[in-house]
């Protein structure tokens, strides 16, 4: 069987798109099914490339046993033909990807999708970004992701 393959993405790569990562890893090892998936994370930015995520998402996640292990990348044109989705966290990412993905060869094999088309408990169209916030903002954005992350899984298992 082949694997299915999910690429998350935001603009820097330290925050929303490792948070989700971290979460969908969770619950695809919590259900037995980790052996099925790739899971990676990219930015459409490289302001962060090779860094950890921020440290007050790691701090967030960490209260609620997610871990977040992955360094920050940027989205690549591989990343179109190695990735059945790509989950983009807000529509100005949505729009770069897609913008990137056109001038791409080869590049119509990933479903690109936003992760908040997913959502069940929560009426935000994208997922805020909470780099320049407060505390508060990351641990919404966990909310918000550990409920249209699982929603997405349902849709695609």
């Not at 790569?13 to 099925?36: T, V, Y």
């Not at 320049?132 to 990351?138: I, K, L, P, R, S």
């Amino acid at each position: 069987m082949d694997k299915i393959s999910v690429l998350f993405v935001c603009l820097g790569n330290i925050c929303r798109s490792p948070a989700a990562e971290a979460i969908f890893l969770d619950l695809i090892n919590e259900k037995g099914i980790g052996n099925r998936f790739i899971v990676d994370s990219a930015g459409t930015g490289n302001w962060h490339v090779g860094k950890k995520s921020d440290s007050r998402m790691r701090f967030a996640a960490k209260k609620r046993q997610i871990n977040i292990t992955s360094n920050a990348r940027q989205i690549t044109e591989d990343d179109f033909r190695k990735f059945n989705y790509i989950v983009v966290m807000d529509n100005s990412n949505f729009n770069n990807v897609i913008n990137f993905r056109d001038r791409v060869k080869g590049s119509d094999f990933a479903e690109i999708v936003r992760i908040q088309d997913f959502a069940s408990l929560f009426t935000e169209s994208e997922v805020p970004d909470p780099y320049f916030g407060g505390d508060a903002g990351f641990d919404k954005v966990l909310d918000i992701l550990e409920d249209s992350v699982s929603c997405f899984l349902k849709n695609i298992i």
